[in-house]
């Protein structure tokens, strides 16, 4: 067994692959999966991980991801889908590379909804003078300082 073929196996033994199904495997073409760049045997045993790529630029959230923010979070898809243009024009610029595109929106998103609910929140929110002469709790009180002449 060459080096390579050494790394291979430790590659597909750390994803999860059983030895006996990578025993005669040498001979199976590996085929590249389209999206992930995954590449699997004809048994669909796992040979690499996910590739590091940069965002594309015709990137677009999965439908799933928008049902999961509105479902799980409470986050309107109009939220969702209009975080878009930011997330590209920052990822775009950068050229970073990751392996999750979807996964990054996501939590960019959901990050993007707690700070605007945090802003909305402080907005809502009276200032320490305000407070401190707000008298409205008074409002309908009656004293009674026993100067009337009624027992």
Do not use: C
């Not at 590379?97 to 979807?102: E, F, G, I, V």
């Not at 939590?107 to 009276?126: D, L």
């Not at 200032?127 to 004293?143: F, I, V, Y």
């Amino acid at each position: 067994m060459t080096d390579e073929d050494q790394k291979r196996y430790i590659r597909q033994r750390n994803a999860g692959a059983l030895p006996w199904e990578l025993e005669g495997a040498d001979h199976q073409k590996a085929e590249e999966h389209p999206v992930f760049g995954q590449q699997t045997t004809p048994s669909n045993t796992l040979v690499e991980g996910a590739r590091v790529q940069p965002l594309p630029n015709d990137f677009t959230p999965d439908p799933v991801y928008i049902e999961f923010l509105e479902e799980h979070h409470g986050i309107p898809a109009d939220f969702t889908l209009a975080q878009l243009p930011e997330f590209k024009l920052y990822w775009l610029e950068t050229g970073e590379a990751r392996k999750a595109w979807q996964n990054k929106f996501k939590n960019h998103v959901i990050y993007q909804w707690k700070r605007s609910q945090s802003e909305t929140g402080q907005r809502a929110n009276r200032s320490t003078a305000e407070k401190l002469t707000d008298t409205s709790w008074a409002d309908g009180l009656q004293l009674d300082f026993g100067d009337s002449d009624e027992p």
